[in-house]
């Protein structure tokens, strides 16, 4: 200390500038800028110890957990009282602390295995003390946060004797950073970031966990986890928990409500594992190591244990949830693992219960969620809360496009959809286990592109699969039955099977009106769309032959004319630039004397190639600057730059408009044709396309086919199918463009 205050008529004792060192060390254990202690002298002589007032000034504490050794545990030995059977009893004496005071502490927390550096700063105790012959102590504490923000206070109530306490605790934003940093003790990377208010009240006892009454609201705000910051892979605005009251040891929760705003999950599938074992360790192997490991605490574990406990007597009491609500969620999925990346979303999400008691009969849950790029989902479900084999389900899945699957048809089919709708409605009543369901599929309209030859995808001949599944009104219309128990479903495929049979005996007889179809159909098609293969700028085929006929038409009708809506995939068009790039640079790699004269035939090699192909891979893994990159499409971004993918999609697209324009200057028809501004979106088709509308008269070829397709629409076995193409195209009109004006 810098010098000491000792006065032995009043009992008060004041020390400077106080610090007691580690032992046998020079790094400080304790210090205050000022300890005061004033003793009550006279009681001295009654054997009766009383420190009347005890203040310490701005006091800095260091706790430090090594290998399950904290660093004050030599001094509990120090001090430690050994008995002597030798010597009589002493006599008792009293020793009393009373109105304890501490102002503006700082405390550290370091764990040496688990590498964590925490403290808490602005920590304010104040406490009545404790007299000799009384076993409750009194206080209140308070503090802030020393890594972020928040603060925390606290008044407590503990009997020393039984362990009986009492709390009232408030928390305002206090973050949860110390959290982030156990977090890195069990990851291989990854971020964490959160705030937490909370207003708990509560009695219990220490040796009795489950002696526990609580009432009150938790709130955590701005949660964040993922990769790096801006990076997440779950994340919420709001998470509410009101408790009007939790007894583990009556076996009671009863909860005014459960609530979560925003949330946001991302599930990605790599070549090799996901995100979550990436970070986690194949099948969670970091959290497995830490856990048993004994010498290491681990708080999210230890977090973990307790949810899991706590959720187990939860589903064993009397709970009741008087409100349960998710809003506005928001739930990802990527597969990275095929030749293209598939993505899929569930956005916005809303899962809605009604009063969630477990001495009701049922609980109903409500789910309601748009699906991206295309689609909607309903579910409303029944649950017995006493039997979880006891529910009832009923969902539909509608207006999902055919094609939104492509990236695992191309992988396992090498064919692509360029049209189709997918509906599906599954009915699901399980009593003791027993299921009776129905479910129905139904795909309008499917229809596949030519085949795709690239290596390392699987082939399988789709027109002959198509032929025997699609009947002829152009559908796809199962109903699957599954009954047995929820340990051996029964599956009963015999409307597959007879529908399949069919087919191959009556499609024969009824070619030549599929066909009749399927040419009407071509022809209001390309009369209102021209769709452009990935990375394709050239016309040829049918579409050449509708350009040709178009500005023929425009000749004859000078007052007609045609608005063009080019309508740009440019995620997928970018993919696939990005894709060719990076096969190229390697490519000529291999053949450096070839880079001035790359031929048609070399660039057809190179669009063939697949990106899986194993020294590729090992290629652009000998390019990486960095281990977080677990993509082929991140692995090709490391050595081609998003300004060259820009510059080839913009020269892409301005290729296809002058293939486009060509045939209207070449017959001086080009007034009579005007571009929009291209949009970028995700076509429901999987194309990217020019929707064209016309403006005056419409060709004569486009309104006989929509006359006869109008015919055939409301005719068997078209008519059955009618309403269901209606509610497709009403659906998804927005969604695409508008055709005709």
């Known amino acids: 200390m810098d010098w000491a205050y000792v006065n032995p008529f009043t009992g008060h004792i004041h020390f400077n500038n106080f610090k007691v060192y580690e032992a046998a060390s020079d790094s400080i254990f304790f210090s205050a800028d000022g300890v005061s202690v004033d003793f009550a002298i006279r009681k001295i002589l009654f054997k009766t110890y009383e420190i009347t007032d005890l203040v310490l000034d701005k006091p800095r504490g260091t706790i430090i957990l090594d290998s399950g050794v904290l660093n004050f545990n030599d001094l509990i030995k120090r001090f430690a009282a050994i008995p002597d059977s030798t010597k009589p009893p002493a006599p008792p004496v009293h020793f009393n602390i009373l109105n304890v005071k501490i102002n503006d502490g700082t405390f550290y927390f370091i764990s040496v295995v688990s590498k964590i550096n925490y403290f808490i700063k602005d920590v304010n105790i104040e406490s009545s003390g404790k007299w000799w012959n009384e076993d409750t102590v009194v206080g209140k504490v308070s503090f802030s946060s020393g890594i972020g923000t928040g603060d925390m206070k606290v008044d407590f109530t503990i009997n020393l004797s039984n362990l009986d306490y009492r709390y009232a605790v408030v928390v305002h934003k206090f973050s949860l950073a110390i959290i982030a940093q156990y977090l890195k003790d069990i990851t291989n990377y990854g971020t964490l970031s959160a705030n937490l208010d909370a207003n708990i009240k509560a009695t219990g006892n220490f040796k009795d966990e489950e002696n526990l009454d609580e009432k009150g609201r938790i709130q955590v705000t701005d949660f964040h986890f993922g990769k790096t910051p801006g990076d997440d892979y779950l994340s919420f605005d709001k998470f509410v928990l009101a408790i009007n009251e939790v007894n583990p040891g009556k076996h009671l929760y009863h909860l005014d409500s459960v609530i979560l705003s925003n949330?946001?999950?991302?599930?990605?599938?790599?070549?090799?594992?996901?995100?979550?074992?990436?970070?986690?360790?194949?099948?969670?192997?970091?959290?497995?190591?830490?856990?048993?490991d004994k010498k290491r605490f681990n708080l999210i574990i230890e977090l973990g244990h307790y949810l899991i406990n706590v959720s187990k007597n939860f589903f064993q009491s009397a709970y009741k949830i008087n409100n349960l609500a998710l809003n506005h969620g928001d739930i990802q999925f990527n597969d990275y693992s095929q030749s293209e990346k598939f993505s899929a979303e569930a956005?916005?999400?809303?899962?809605?219960?009604?009063?969630?008691?477990?001495?009701?009969?049922?609980?109903?849950?409500?789910?309601k969620s748009g699906l991206k790029p295309y689609g909607n989902v309903v579910v409303d479900a029944s649950i017995n809360p006493r039997d979880s084999a006891d529910f009832d389900i009923d969902s539909h899945f509608t207006n999902i496009p055919v094609a939104a699957f492509n990236p695992y048809f191309i992988s396992y089919t090498s064919y692509l959809f360029d049209r189709g709708t997918i509906e599906f409605n599954a009915s699901w009543k399980v009593r003791k286990g027993i299921i009776e369901s129905t479910n129905h599929l139904l795909i309008i309209d499917p229809r596949l592109t030519k085949r795709i030859k690239n290596e390392g995808d699987k082939s399988i001949p789709m027109w002959l699969v198509m032929y025997l599944v699609r009947r002829n009104d152009n559908v796809i219309d199962y109903s699957i039955p599954v009954t047995g128990n929820l340990k051996n479903p029964k599956f009963h495929l015999n409307d597959v099977v007879f529908s399949t049979l069919k087919n191959i005996f009556v499609k024969p007889l009824v070619t030549p009106y599929y066909m009749q179809v399927r040419a009407e159909e071509n022809k209001i098609e390309k009369g209102l769309t021209l769709k452009w293969g990935m990375r394709e700028s050239f016309i040829l085929g049918s579409e050449d032959k509708f350009l040709n006929d178009?500005?023929?038409?425009?000749?004859?009708?000078?007052?007609?004319?045609?608005?063009?809506?080019?309508?740009?995939?440019?995620?997928?068009?970018?993919?696939?630039?990005?894709?060719?790039?990076?096969?190229?640079?390697?490519?000529?790699?291999?053949?450096?004397?070839?880079?001035?004269?790359?031929?048609?035939?070399?660039?057809?090699?190179?669009?063939?190639?697949?990106?899986?192909?194993?020294?590729?891979v090992k290629y652009l893994n000998k390019h990486l600057t960095h281990t977080l990159v677990f993509t082929i499409q991140d692995k090709c971004s490391n050595i081609i730059t998003s300004a060259l993918v820009n510059t080839k999609f913009n020269q892409l697209n301005k290729?296809?408009?002058?293939?486009?324009?060509?045939?209207?200057?070449?017959?001086?028809?080009?007034?009579?044709?005007?571009?929009?501004?291209?949009?970028?979106?995700?076509?429901?088709?999987?194309?990217?396309?020019?929707?064209?509308?016309?403006?005056g008269e419409l060709p004569d070829y486009l309104l006989k086919a929509y006359k006869k397709m109008e015919k055939l629409n409301n005719k068997a076995p078209r008519e059955k199918y009618k309403d269901d193409r209606e509610k497709i195209k009403d659906g998804s009109s927005k969604k695409r463009v508008v055709f005709i004006k």
């Open 263 to 292: 949330p946001y999950f991302k599930y990605e599938e790599y070549d090799k594992l996901d995100n979550i074992e990436t970070m986690f360790g194949e099948n969670g192997a970091n959290v497995t190591v830490v856990d048993a």
């Open 550 to 616: 178009l500005t023929k038409f425009l000749s004859k009708n000078p007052l007609a004319s045609i608005t063009v809506s080019p309508q740009q995939y440019e995620i997928k068009e970018k993919e696939y630039i990005l894709f060719f790039e990076a096969k190229k640079k390697y490519y000529l790699s291999l053949h450096p004397g070839i880079s001035h004269s790359f031929s048609e035939s070399d660039s057809e090699y190179v669009d063939k190639m697949s990106v899986k192909d194993t020294f590729f």
């Open 655 to 695: 290729a296809r408009e002058n293939a486009f324009n060509h045939y209207f200057k070449e017959k001086g028809v080009d007034k009579q044709v005007a571009f929009h501004s291209a949009q970028n979106n995700i076509p429901y088709n999987g194309f990217s396309f020019y929707s064209i509308a016309y403006k």
């Open 347 to 367: 956005s916005p999400l809303y899962i809605v219960a009604d009063s969630i008691n477990k001495g009701r009969g049922r609980i109903h849950v409500f789910i």
